[in-house]
């Protein structure tokens, strides 16, 4: 059952921009990509954790689209699907991993310095089925950007969740595994190559 807020939404078909008092003066703008109840529901909740967490310190890209029919992906525009949404923990964990690819791509030359770093710790990584990413490349990429979705996650939402959320996942199930158990090394290398997020 719609509610009068999705009925307008739908009807006028506008972008939803949802602002908390840390993004005011630069609003992340949340459009469903096609309307649909479950990508409405996904407006909404992703906008209820903007306004709940303040994420202005993680937040690299300010436009999402929230499309039904795609995969999670954080280029060329930050989208979503709705797999999460009736989870906030997963749905702020999800967002949280795309903008890290942007920070990533943003500190270019301190990525690079990090995957030479861990291809000497990670000389053979896993590639594609549940374990790694795409190619060995993007599989060193998201050992950075699950590491440092991780550290997100504990601090909004605290260590017994993050866990349950690693514990939940069905991809990049290496990634995050290398993640928690080499934690002392990650951390590490991020401080080596100085993508700490600030």
Not at 30 to 52: D, H
Request: net charge negative; charged share 25%; aromatic share 8%.
């Amino acid at each position: 059952m719609l509610t009068a807020i999705n009925e307008a939404v739908l009807l006028l078909g506008i972008a939803v921009v949802l602002t908390d008092s840390a993004l005011a003066a630069d609003p992340v703008t949340i459009k469903a990509s096609r309307n649909t109840p479950q990508e409405m529901q996904t407006v909404q909740l992703l906008g209820r954790l903007l306004a709940a967490y303040d994420l202005n310190r993680y937040t690299s890209t300010r436009k999402v689209i929230i499309d039904e029919h795609a995969t999670d992906h954080a280029f060329p525009v930050l989208t979503l699907d709705t797999r999460f949404a009736k989870s906030s923990d997963d749905l702020l964990s999800s967002f949280l991993h795309e903008q890290f690819h942007w920070f990533l791509q943003a500190h270019s030359a301190q990525t690079e310095d990090a995957v030479k770093l861990l291809h000497q710790f990670y000389p053979r990584v896993p590639v594609g089925e549940t374990e790694g990413a795409r190619t060995v490349y993007s599989t060193y990429i998201d050992l950075l950007v699950c590491y440092l979705e991780l550290q997100a996650d504990r601090h909004l939402i605290g260590d017994a969740r993050t866990v349950a959320l690693v514990h939940g996942k069905h991809r990049f199930t290496w990634i995050y595994k290398t993640d928690l158990e080499d934690e002392k090394r990650m951390s590490e290398v991020i401080k080596t190559t100085r993508l700490e997020i600030q």
